[in-house]
């Protein structure tokens, strides 16, 4: 609880000292030096929190392919591998990377594949349709990855 709440802390802070000294300029009239601060400034900042979350993703990937004794586990962190892997690990046929690349159909079969994947760990299938909940989807990976 502690570290999270540091790393909250921590982002908290570096927004401040990012976005702080661009306040005062803005408040001034035409001041586009600033703005483009501004914008760079949140860039970054959303650019820290998918990376953070991509490194999330791909952690829990790789443990849960490492718990299924699943091979070539380091595919978690490559984009499009990570599908063949998750399908490695659900036990389907890889030519269905194939529907995930279909717009509607890529929702059905992403709840299809983490329901393979929740059976290989030993959780209930429905685990599977947690994923298309919003905050769920952030919370089965790492449940599916580090619980026993």
Same mark, same amino acid.
């Given at each position: ?24 300029? =803005?408040?001034?009239?035409n ?23 991509y ?73 599977? @349709? =947690? ?6 989807n /952030? @919370?089965?990976?790492?449940? /599916?990855?580090?619980?026993?």
């Open positions: 609880m502690k570290a999270r709440t540091s790393v909250v802390y921590g982002l908290s802070s570096l927004a401040l000292l990012v976005l702080l000294p661009f306040g005062r300029a =803005l408040a001034q009239d001041n586009s030096l600033a703005a483009a601060g501004l914008g760079a400034g949140l860039f970054m900042f959303f650019l820290l929190f998918v990376a953070a979350g490194v999330y993703m791909a952690l829990a990937l790789q443990t849960i392919a490492n718990k299924t004794h699943t091979e070539n586990s380091w595919l978690a962190w490559i984009p499009i591998a990570n599908i063949i892997l998750m399908l490695n690990i659900a036990k389907k046929p890889i030519w269905w990377i194939v529907l995930f690349l279909i717009p509607i159909v890529n929702i059905v079969f992403i709840i299809i594949v983490w329901m393979g994947v929740a059976e290989a760990r030993g959780k209930p299938s429905w685990w599977g @349709v =947690l994923f298309i909940v919003p905050i769920a /952030l @919370v089965v990976p790492g449940i /599916l990855a580090w619980s026993d």
